[in-house]
């Protein structure tokens, strides 16, 4: 039996029924979305999109022009969202949405037309009506409105760019679209739901600039080989989604480790231990609110690396070891101000000696985050979080990226309530 047939065995048993999500977050629990779904192929995506949106906690409401029904069909976009499909307004006002208002308007995919029509005022259907109204609502602090704009590379043109920058002067916020193929395309799922929880964010990292580092820093042995670590750099990931959502503008550094993370975050990598190091040292010096360095970094290289490959089929091969400069270090001093997070593993140690080793790097940081090789498993980890006022054990990868958000909210928070007090 190969790959590619089917054995005639029964699906594994689930407790999910027909219509539920898995849920991945509770990011936009409580939140009300208004996915407003104009006359573009892309419409036929839309599906997808509001299970996207519901499987991080959102309600989802559609609403669909004529043109847009010509592309999806209103049984499935009925069955994403668990409700109707506002098509036409009625004596309910439904464009007005008083009864139960939205937090978000997603106008996905936006064409030309909509946007011109968005710019100008023009509400002659559905969903150009109900914008009227969310554009309105977004005025009073009420609402966000989205635009994901979708159309052929022709129709991108001045009238286009125009009535688009005119909107964002008003606040609306424009998703950037996918490039392929002469196109603005839908971007991904998670890309939009993303940035819905991003404007909907009230974070006080929202503009912040923060870098993260993560995964191994291999160092060359020759041209070819390459002595390298076995940290992947999931935790970090993590942690920069994590900062994604709530506003930030942060930069995942990623050594090369043959592992990417899936969700679409900024992301740089570092091939080589010097790499790592330049990326690290040119993002300091250009200014950070903070510096996360959850990085396995290489802590010797070889003394000489040698030129071209060497020689296989040797009984012996001897390597000279030297220590590597602190990358750390070296970031703190080119900016004394970012706010630094430090992260320390040890093996073969009880959690009392990993507090008391983290402790020592309270110098430079506010936060360490201390972990030990038994509280690693697989994709997951327990870790304390070490700071001056104490220790505070956290228990997996995703309360670790929770807790160092927290934390640094914590620190811009102060430091806005300090610039008040000074003004």
């Not at 990993?354 to 972990?371: C, E, G, N, P, S």
Request: glycine residues 8%.
């Amino acid at each position: 039996m190969s790959l590619y047939d089917w054995d005639f065995a029964a699906p594994t048993p689930s407790g999910m029924g027909d219509h539920d999500v898995p849920l991945a977050s509770d990011r936009l629990a409580g939140r009300r979305v208004a996915l407003l779904v104009t006359g573009g192929i892309a419409a036929m995506k839309t599906p997808a999109l509001a299970r996207g949106l519901r499987r991080h906690g959102a309600q989802v409401v559609a609403f669909a022009s004529e043109d847009a029904l010509r592309y999806v069909a209103r049984e499935a976009l009925e069955w994403a969202t668990l409700g109707p499909v506002v098509t036409g307004l009625t004596w309910q006002a439904e464009h007005l949405s008083d009864a139960a208002p939205f937090d978000a308007y997603l106008v996905a995919p936006a064409t030309h037309s909509t946007i011109a029509k968005m710019a100008c005022g023009i509400g002659d259907t559905v969903v150009t009506s109900a914008l009227i109204s969310a554009l309105g609502r977004m005025e009073q602090g009420r609402a966000q409105v989205l635009v994901a704009p979708t159309m052929h590379g022709t129709m991108h043109n001045a009238q286009l760019v125009d009535n688009a920058k005119r909107l964002a002067a008003q606040g609306v916020r424009f998703v950037a679209p996918r490039d392929a193929y002469g196109k603005h395309n839908l971007p991904d799922t998670e890309l939009l739901c993303i940035a819905v929880g991003r404007a909907l964010s009230a974070s006080p990292l929202a503009g912040k600039r923060i870098m993260v580092t993560a995964g191994p820093t291999p160092v060359e042995i020759d041209n070819v080989r390459r002595i390298v670590n076995r940290f992947r750099g999931r935790l970090g990931a993590k942690v920069a989604e994590e900062l994604t959502w709530r506003g930030a503008e942060a930069e995942l550094i990623l050594g090369d480790g043959a592992w990417r993370p899936s969700a679409p975050i900024p992301l740089t990598v570092a091939r080589t231990y010097d790499a790592y190091r330049d990326l690290v040292l040119d993002r300091a010096r250009s200014g950070l609110f903070a510096g996360i360095f959850s990085a396995g970094v290489a802590d010797y290289r070889p003394a000489r690396a040698a030129k071209g490959k060497i020689v296989s089929g040797q009984a012996k091969l001897m390597l000279e070891l030297a220590p590597t400069e602190k990358v750390i270090d070296l970031a703190c001093d080119a900016d004394p101000a970012m706010h630094c997070v430090a992260f320390k593993y040890l093996e073969d140690v009880d959690e009392a000696e990993l507090a008391r080793v983290a402790a020592r790097r309270l110098d430079r940081a506010r936060l360490v985050v201390a972990t030990r090789g038994a509280d690693t498993s697989g994709i997951e980890q327990r870790a304390l979080f070490v700071t001056a006022s104490g220790v505070t054990p956290v228990a997996n990868k995703s309360a670790i990226a929770r807790g160092i958000a927290d934390h640094l909210e914590a620190l811009a928070g102060d430091a806005a309530v300090a610039r008040q007090a000074a003004e």
